[in-house]
């Protein structure tokens, strides 16, 4: 399988670039995982393809101001210090602009002192893992130096930095959002919940490595970042009581996908769990526990790609994406939705 498969041509301009006025007018490509079917709709009738008994299981992890801008002391050039992993409380893996410029030992500055960072060491893939000394609490610094980690591919400013934030997001940690949740609103949710389908949520902290692109010519040698997890026993309590009534568990985006189907590798279901993930599921993957996707338009070569892929077909989903592309639908964080049942 190669990594070329799964490559495809996009206008820059069908990339979004800010999100909907509204949350849920995003448009909405429902597709047949299994007979490749096509319909066009908006996300506010999302209701219309769910059942009362269903479960969506959403991913509540919030989005931290990550990027930070400093320097080391005494000298007026721009450093670039991004927060993809928390390894201790105090210590987290980052990725470093400049790079040549922050061996291990250096010092970076932020925030007039307010924030100072020691590089300990130099990681294989190029980051550092970085000790930070502060005085206070370090989410409360954070808010007030960092900014929001937009993706690569987005490059005019977001005016609302909650616009980057789903509803229902709670537990800081990623440093990229669940892009398949930014389109609920409350009212949705609420709509949703009354017509019986239930709502579970899990937690996995989503990092930067979902945005690379895949290298390797073969698809099977591509190593996958790892990210952490947690799926509680009141959740895995919801998926079983919903499988054995006859409910579909719907995720809401690939990260809960990833999360779901790593608590279901041991035993077949999915079971209370944490801890870090770097499954890599494309196509001839055995999926375990979802029975639906809500998810985004993704980039090509990309794991998240090769992903829907593997949870319906490689032929459908193109044929899919090129429906998408004639019908200009809106790509990649800030576009548009698609459901797959």
């Given at each position: 399988?190669?990594?070329?498969?799964?490559?495809?041509?996009?206008?820059?301009?069908?990339?979004?670039?800010?999100?909907?006025?509204?949350?849920?007018?995003?448009?909405?490509?429902?597709?047949?995982?299994?007979?490749?079917?096509?319909?066009?709709?908006?996300?506010?009738?999302?209701?219309?393809?769910?059942?009362?008994?269903?479960?969506?299981?959403?991913?509540?992890?919030?989005?931290?101001?990550?990027?930070?801008?400093?320097?080391?002391?005494?000298?007026?050039?721009?450093?670039?210090?991004?927060?993809?992993?928390?390894?201790?409380?105090?210590?987290?893996?980052?990725?470093?602009?400049?790079?040549?410029?922050?061996?291990?030992?250096?010092?970076?500055?932020?925030?007039?002192?307010?924030?100072?960072?020691e590089v300990l060491e130099i990681l294989e893939d190029?980051?550092?893992?970085?000790?930070?000394?502060?005085?206070?609490?370090?989410?409360?610094?954070?808010?007030?130096?960092?900014?929001?980690?937009?993706?690569?591919?987005?490059?005019?400013?977001?005016?609302?930095?909650?616009?980057?934030?789903?509803?229902?997001?709670?537990?800081?940690?990623?440093?990229?959002?669940?892009?398949?949740?930014?389109?609920?609103?409350?009212?949705?949710?609420?709509?949703?919940?009354?017509?019986?389908?239930?709502?579970?949520?899990?937690?996995?902290?989503?990092?930067?490595?979902?945005?690379?692109?895949?290298?390797?010519?073969?698809?099977?040698?591509?190593?996958?970042?790892?990210?952490?997890?947690?799926?509680?026993?009141?959740?895995?309590?919801?998926?079983?009581?919903?499988?054995?009534?006859?409910?579909r568990v719907i995720a809401v985006g690939t990260t809960?996908?990833?999360?779901?189907?790593?608590?279901?590798?041991?035993?077949?279901?999915?079971?209370?769990?944490?801890?870090?993930?770097?499954?890599?599921?494309?196509?001839?993957?055995?999926?375990?526990?979802?029975?639906?996707?809500?998810?985004?338009?993704?980039?090509?070569?990309?794991?998240?790609?090769?992903?829907?892929?593997?949870?319906?077909?490689?032929?459908?989903?193109?044929?899919?994406?090129?429906?998408?592309?004639?019908?200009?639908?809106?790509?990649?964080?800030?576009?548009?939705?698609?459901?797959?049942?």
């Amino acid at each position: 399988m190669r990594t070329d498969d799964f490559d495809y041509e996009l206008d820059p301009g069908r990339i979004a670039q800010h999100p909907q006025a509204k949350r849920d007018n995003s448009k909405l490509l429902v597709l047949g995982r299994k007979n490749g079917d096509i319909a066009h709709d908006h996300f506010y009738h999302l209701p219309a393809y769910l059942r009362p008994g269903d479960l969506l299981v959403v991913n509540d992890t919030k989005v931290i101001p990550a990027r930070l801008f400093g320097s080391r002391p005494g000298r007026q050039e721009s450093i670039e210090v991004l927060l993809l992993t928390r390894v201790t409380d105090a210590e987290w893996e980052c990725l470093v602009r400049p790079g040549k410029k922050m061996r291990p030992g250096q010092v970076v500055e932020f925030g007039e002192g307010l924030l100072r960072g020691e590089v300990l060491e130099i990681l294989e893939d190029g980051t550092r893992r970085i000790r930070f000394l502060y005085e206070g609490i370090f989410e409360e610094i954070l808010d007030q130096l960092g900014e929001m980690p937009l993706p690569p591919y987005i490059t005019e400013k977001l005016e609302d930095p909650s616009r980057y934030q789903t509803i229902y997001a709670k537990n800081d940690g990623s440093a990229a959002a669940p892009t398949a949740g930014l389109h609920f609103t409350a009212e949705l949710l609420d709509r949703v919940r009354q017509m019986g389908v239930l709502i579970g949520a899990l937690t996995l902290h989503v990092g930067l490595g979902t945005f690379r692109p895949v290298k390797v010519e073969d698809v099977k040698t591509h190593k996958m970042h790892s990210e952490y997890y947690q799926l509680s026993q009141e959740l895995a309590d919801q998926i079983r009581r919903t499988k054995e009534a006859g409910g579909r568990v719907i995720a809401v985006g690939t990260t809960t996908t990833r999360a779901l189907e790593s608590a279901a590798q041991e035993t077949g279901e999915a079971v209370a769990s944490s801890g870090w993930t770097d499954i890599f599921i494309y196509p001839g993957f055995n999926f375990h526990v979802i029975d639906g996707l809500i998810t985004n338009f993704h980039l090509p070569k990309s794991t998240l790609l090769m992903l829907v892929s593997a949870f319906s077909t490689k032929e459908n989903i193109f044929r899919a994406y090129g429906e998408a592309i004639q019908g200009d639908y809106r790509f990649f964080s800030f576009g548009d939705a698609m459901l797959i049942l």
